[in-house]
């Protein structure tokens, strides 16, 4: 019961991590691929600020003139996951206009039915 | 079969990250980086928020690198989409009188919002990412309430090349003063008062009107047919 | 504490398990969205101010905002 008490956070990140991975695999239409890859970079991000945080730590900020730097949370992960979440919704934007000029030009989103494709 | 072999990766995928993670425990992990940063950020910046201090000067590079990444995916969108030509004109009602008055009364609000989130962003919580993607969201409601109005095309242009060069040359001015690219060359004030961390606030206000123009202009060009 | 977080992390599974379910896309658009509202909330409690705003203001907002549009411009449902 302790490891739950300890690991709640890295199970809930790995978790997205492999559920989006199982999607990316195995759906045969573009846009339920790209749904996937969303929850994947969630995941990743949700992994990685769990990683730097401290038992009973405070947030980074100087909210008055004397605070203890003793127990602050690290802040270099949140720095680049907030790089991470602005590029994430970049490469999203730009698969969807990619699945846009697909569907103009196959009539169709399904990935076993585009011409050539045989996984 | 397909199926099978996704879940027999996900299982191998799965032992080597237990393996590997079996030295990472949660809560505990105390970095020296982190344990400078905190100690001396408040002295060697001048801004309050250790975050945006570690983004915008200790980490000043990622963050133009992150700029420029932006800035080619909302080009190569709209490079992709005008490309084509010709999609279905379709016809768009008009909307409800509720949702007509609510959207213009609110659009002046939301764009106060943004702007008071990333002038403040070396004070409180907040910056140039997060208040440039309010004032994407409330064009978004623009465009869903008041629907015959579109963004000018040239006002939009103009701030995204704007913001993208005050950054750039900002940093440039530091190579200038001093030795090297992002040197913090503004006097550093009295730290919890707007004119305080010299260039941060400049560089975060750049920033925030490029996102915003960015991300406005993203939605801009998925929405236009034909 | 620990029951609210692991309430909101089985929440957070279920929502993913369903958004690669649905066959109405816009269903799993919007349950993708509830997924990434809970990341924000857990954020919160991760002390991380910063990265929750702004995951929720362009991971739950905008990126729903434009897979929308993209769908009203292809296919609704999955064949």
């Known amino acids: 019961m302790s490891f739950l008490h300890n690991y709640t956070y890295y199970i809930g990140a790995f978790g997205l991590i492999f559920i989006g991975l199982y999607v990316i695999l195995t759906k045969h239409n573009l846009i339920k691929v790209i749904i996937g890859l969303g929850i994947l970079d969630t995941g990743v991000n949700l992994f990685l600020i769990s990683v730097g945080y401290i038992t009973e730590g405070t947030a980074p900020i100087f909210s008055g003139p004397d605070i203890d730097t003793e127990h602050m949370v690290d802040p270099v992960p949140q720095a680049l996951v907030l790089t991470a979440i602005v590029i994430g919704v970049a490469v999203l934007a730009l698969a969807l206009s990619l699945a846009i000029r697909l569907y103009q030009h196959y009539g169709t989103l399904n990935l076993r039915k585009m011409k050539g494709q045989r996984w | 079969m397909r199926k099978i072999v996704s879940i027999i990766l996900l299982v191998i995928a799965a032992l080597g990250i237990r393996l590997s993670l079996k030295e990472v425990r949660f809560g505990e992990h105390e970095t020296e980086v982190g344990k400078h940063y905190v100690d001396e950020g408040r002295d060697e910046t001048g801004a309050t928020n250790i975050v945006t201090s570690v983004v915008v000067s200790y980490r000043g590079f990622d963050t133009l690198g992150e700029v420029t990444v932006l800035f080619i995916a909302a080009t190569g969108l709209g490079a992709v989409l005008t490309a084509g030509g010709g999609g279905k004109m379709r016809k768009t009602e008009p909307a409800s009188l509720v949702l007509y008055t609510g959207c213009r009364i609110l659009f002046p609000l939301i764009l106060i919002f943004g702007i008071y989130i990333f002038i403040h962003g070396h004070l409180t919580p907040g910056g140039g990412f997060q208040g440039g993607a309010i004032i994407a969201s409330g064009f978004l409601l623009n465009y869903l309430g008041c629907r015959e109005r579109r963004i000018s095309r040239v006002a939009s242009n103009l701030a995204e090349s704007l913001g993208g060069l005050i950054f750039v040359v900002i940093g440039l001015l530091g190579l200038v003063f001093g030795g090297y690219f992002l040197l913090n060359f503004l006097p550093k004030g009295t730290p919890n008062t707007l004119f305080s961390a010299g260039i941060i606030p400049i560089i975060y206000i750049a920033i925030g009107f490029k996102v915003g123009s960015e991300l406005a202009s993203i939605i801009d060009n998925l929405i236009e047919e034909s | ?79």
């Open chain 3, 1 to 79: 504490m620990i029951v609210v977080v692991s309430f909101l992390v089985v929440l957070m599974l279920v929502g993913a398990v369903a958004a690669s379910i649905f066959r109405d896309l816009i269903s799993a658009v919007i349950a993708a969205a509830l997924v990434s509202l809970i990341a924000s909330i857990l954020f919160y409690f991760l002390q991380a101010p910063d990265v929750a705003m702004a995951e929720a203001s362009i991971g739950a907002a905008l990126t729903a905002a434009i897979f929308i549009i993209a769908i009203r411009r292809t296919k609704r449902y999955e064949e």
